[in-house]
């Protein structure tokens, strides 16, 4: 038997043995403690089949290959490197020994920062992939271990092309010059099937994105894609300021757009959930909603352009259920997109039946007031177009008082704010680093809360005078002896009870407080969505 078949041996009987250790209780464990949401109950890197590896990003430098291995400097064995070699140099590496440590196929990767500042991909290059960063299945990526000021992605799109089981944490995503290829520079974060591949179990929490084009933070099904694609939660994360005029070669002046889940002729796209976002200073999209189920709580959607949320309705049965948003109109609203307008509601000449729609709405607000029920639509903006073939709104109009009985999609236990209380929230909650804001999201959260603003999207590259400087600080990292084991049983690794307690420092919030308790909601009816 060969050195590896043995270490193999004795990894995989220990995964075993961990997976005892693992066994979650009775209910699923919240990926995040007290977020409930579509696929939160990811295990993320811990649902592959071996113990995750650890990978420390310790250099702001963008250099690919593969990590080092660190046997010594912590209580326990780490991969050091730069982000990208974190992200793929692992891939790299599956079955094979890299100083004297095997790296067991199929293994999770946990990335923890020991250093902040800014990453940089430098402009100006003809290979899109140059800027795509690849993200793995089973991959967790905690920006909040980073020292302060924490971290920021310049000029990389994190990329997962049929993944599952990611949660990505207090991360800043930022884009810079003029792109040169139709990819290139345009999307901090994009998640998409291919033909036959799948996406799902997806969390992105905490993260900032600004200065993309083309859908900054994307959620994509291929065109005639047979794969799945869904559960997917976003949440607590500052998305603005889409640039456009950029000249992409797929849409040339057509940008400026904040966020995109759906498909076009693909599988629909099902159980997205956004929540506790701040959605601002854009053109379009924000979000735009396309052939999914899909449910909005929550969210500040601020000073944009032409439209507000944008759910539309094509080839696939949809559900789209808003609940306590707010809409608030600002310096670059144009007339003729009056923010008196919740949501926009359109159907594509290809719809189906609008009978098979569902369009769920309750206690939002926008600058003409708040909805007094949910059967009142006076601020809906609805442009089917060809009503006369496939019915009118009152076809797809579900209505009901009480969301988690009432809503054609629900998440069970899930606590929603009224809308009165959503700008407190988002101010004291969103974005990377709540505790310690960089200046750009300084600024974004000021505009909100002072109706303040640009007055036209933004065109061209930010000037050098626009990026936040964000200082370069080293740590060590106290990582817990044992990471991986579950020492008081809960269900938690005693990893990822530190990694908690890392959020709650950035998001201001006591580390040895405990977590504000969830008030569970009446178990939800069953319905089905024809």
């Known amino acids: 038997m060969s050195s590896y078949q043995k270490k193999y041996i004795c990894h995989c009987l220990g995964a075993t043995i961990l997976s005892l250790f693992l066994a979650t209780p009775a209910f699923a464990l919240d990926i995040i403690p007290g977020l409930k949401g579509f696929g939160t109950d990811t295990r993320a890197a811990y649902g592959a089949a071996n113990t995750p590896e650890i990978c420390i990003v310790d250099s702001l430098l963008t250099t690919a290959g593969n990590p080092t291995w660190d046997a010594s400097t912590y209580s326990v064995g780490v991969f050091k490197g730069t982000l990208i070699q974190c992200l793929e140099g692992l891939d790299t590496l599956n079955g094979e020994t890299i100083d004297g440590h095997v790296v067991l196929p199929n293994s999770g990767k946990i990335i923890l920062f020991e250093v902040s500042g800014t990453i ?5 290059h003809d290979d899109d992939k140059t800027f795509r960063y690849n993200i793995g299945s089973y991959t967790t990526i905690a920006g909040q271990t980073s020292p302060e000021p924490g971290v920021l992605f310049r000029n990389i799109c994190m990329f997962g092309g049929g993944v599952n089981d990611v949660l990505i944490q207090h991360v800043r995503g930022r884009m810079d010059g003029p792109p040169t290829t139709k990819f290139g ?21 905490h993260v900032s994105c600004a200065w993309g084009a083309d859908a900054q933070l994307a959620f994509y099904h291929g065109w005639n894609a047979t794969g799945e694609f869904k559960n997917i939660t976003v949440s607590n994360t500052i998305i603005s300021e889409a640039r456009e005029n950029m000249g992409l070669t797929d849409e040339e002046a057509n940008n400026g757009k904040n966020i995109l889940v759906g498909t076009t002729n693909g599988t629909l796209v099902e159980n997205i959930f956004i929540y506790g976002n701040l959605i601002s200073n854009t053109k379009k999209r924000n979000p735009q909603i396309k052939n999914a189920t899909a449910l909005l709580v929550n969210n500040y959607i601020y000073n944009n352009r032409d439209t507000t949320a944008t759910c539309v ?3 696939r049965p949809s559900v789209c259920s808003l ?6 109109g600002g310096p670059m609203l144009l007339a003729s997109f009056a923010s008196d307008y919740i949501v926009n509601l359109g ?13 769920y709405l309750y206690d939002n607000k926008c600058d003409l007031g708040t909805q007094t029920s949910s059967t009142d639509w006076s601020r809906v903006d609805s442009r089917p177009g060809n009503t006369t073939a496939y019915g009118n709104e009152a076809d797809f109009k579900v209505t009901g008082e009480d969301p988690p009985n009432d809503s ?3 998440i069970t236990g899930l606590t929603v704010l009224p809308s009165t209380a959503v700008k407190a929230s988002i101010i004291a909650n969103a974005g990377a680093y709540p505790a310690f804001r960089d200046s750009l999201d300084t600024r974004f959260i000021s505009e909100m809360t002072n109706s303040t603003g640009p007055s036209s999207s933004v065109k061209g590259a930010p000037s050098s005078g626009d990026w936040p400087t964000l200082t370069t600080n080293k740590i060590k990292l106290a990582i817990p002896p044992n990471p991986h084991a579950d020492d008081d049983r809960d269900g938690y690794t005693n990893l990822e009870e530190w990694l908690h307690s890392q959020a709650a420092i950035v998001e201001g919030k006591s580390p040895l407080s405990p977590l504000p308790p969830v008030s569970p909601l009446p178990p939800k009816n069953l319905k089905t969505i024809q």
Request: aromatic share 12%; proline share 4%.
């Open 120 to 124: 940089r991909q430098q402009a100006a």
């Open 185 to 205: 520079l345009h999307k901090s974060f994009t998640f998409a099937t291919g033909t036959t591949t799948s996406v799902y179990n997806i969390v992105i929490d």
């Open 313 to 315: 309705f094509t080839t």
């Open 323 to 328: 609940v306590g948003n707010v809409t608030e």
């Open 347 to 359: 159907l594509q000449d290809w719809a189906t039946p609008v009978s098979q729609h569902s369009v």
């Open 408 to 410: 054609p999609l629900w």
